[in-house]
Nanobody, 124 residues
Framework: QVQLAESGGGLVQAGGSLRLSCAAS????????MGWFRQAPGKEREFVAA????????YYADSVKGRFTISRDNAKNTVYLQMNSLKPEDTAVYYC?????????????????WGQGTQVTVSS
């Protein structure tokens, strides 16, 4: 089972930027679709972005489209989430996740492995 570890969270002012990283232990990292999800206090976990195995295809929630960019480096077994123009409503714990295949890429229950999460706090 692939193991994932996020990093890069922190406190930033509204309008600022952060880049999250997620390192995978699995040598067959390139077999996986990778996703980012987030969960704010009192809310359900929600889809943020996903990227297919090659990095050619990316998918975004409407709430982050145009501000966030997902990318991956298969040589480093790492997926990234570049977050720009951050808003207070982006405050949440951000999780990376891995699944085989691209079907259901926005559905958290279909992902096979999860990281421990990293806190992102955006102050107004």
């Amino acid at each position: 089972q692939v193991q994932l570890a996020e990093s890069g969270g922190g406190l930033v002012q509204a309008g600022g930027s952060l880049r999250l990283s997620c390192a995978a232990s699995e040598p067959t990292f390139s077999d996986y679709t990778m996703g980012w999800f987030r969960q704010a206090p009192g809310k359900e976990r929600e889809f943020v972005a996903a990227i297919n195995w090659s990095g050619v295809s990316t998918y975004y929630a409407d709430s982050v489209k145009g501000r966030f960019t997902i990318s991956r480096d298969n040589a480093k077994n790492t997926v990234y989430l570049q977050m720009n123009s951050l808003k207070p409503e982006d405050t949440a714990v951000y999780y990376c996740a891995a699944k085989r295949g691209t079907a259901g890429r926005t559905i958290s229950s279909l992902y096979d492995a999860w990281g421990q999460g990293t806190q992102v706090t955006v102050s107004s």
